[in-house]
């Protein structure tokens, strides 16, 4: 028996949200502080 996943329903919000002719519109947010990765091994040479 294959079990199938299914797709939370949208609620009204959703789509009240993300309609192109409502006045909320999407918002892109910039960071404020950029994530730097540090090294694994810090001591090791390069």
């Known amino acids: 028996m294959m079990t ?3 797709q939370p329903k949208k ?7 993300f ?3 409502t006045p909320f519109k999407q ?3 910039e960071l ?3 994530y730097e ?3 694994k ?3 090791k040479e390069q």
């Open 4 to 6: 199938v996943k299914t």
């Open 11 to 17: 609620h009204r919000e959703h789509y009240i949200l």
């Open 19 to 21: 309609a192109p002719n």
């Open 27 to 29: 918002k892109r947010v």
């Open 32 to 34: 404020k502080t950029r």
């Open 37 to 39: 990765r540090r090294p």
């Open 41 to 43: 091994h810090r001591n």
